[in-house]
């Protein structure tokens, strides 16, 4: 069983950044790669960044690219999503996944466990 909680969401002006955290317990962290989603009302849920086991491979989706940062922190069993240069668009409930394996996956599908979310909004 794994359990996840994210932290650090909260409202900001659009250009502005915030720093999610997601601090997880039970299984190995450090053996399982990591991944931030976000759903937006009415959306699907959409997969912006993941990270392997070792912090050396990650992935972005492109309407992030070049804004968000993932990071992972193996001794705390935390994984981080730095935002900046926030829009608008960006509005949503993020969660963090875990990984079914080591990589990081760029599908839902490659995930198997997931937080309640923290709520970003971004004012205009």
């Known amino acids: 069983q794994v359990q996840l909680v994210e932290s650090g969401g909260g409202l900001v002006q659009a250009g502005g950044s915030l720093r999610l955290s997601c601090a997880a317990s039970?299984?190995?962290?450090?053996?399982?790669?990591m991944g931030w989603f976000r759903q937006a009302p009415g959306k699907e849920r959409e997969l912006v960044a993941a990270i392997n086991w070792s912090g050396n491979v990650v992935y972005y989706a492109t309407s992030v690219k070049g804004r968000f940062t993932i990071s992972r922190n193996n001794a705390k069993a935390t994984v981080y999503l730095q935002m900046n240069s926030l829009k608008p668009e960006d509005t949503a409930l993020y969660y963090c996944?875990?990984?079914?394996?080591?990589?990081?996956?760029?599908?839902?599908?490659?995930?198997?466990?997931w937080g309640q979310g923290t709520q970003v909004t971004v004012s205009s």
């Open positions: 039970g299984r190995a962290f450090n053996n399982f790669g």
């Open positions: 996944g875990k990984g079914r394996d080591q990589y990081a996956g760029a599908s839902g599908t490659d995930y198997d466990y």
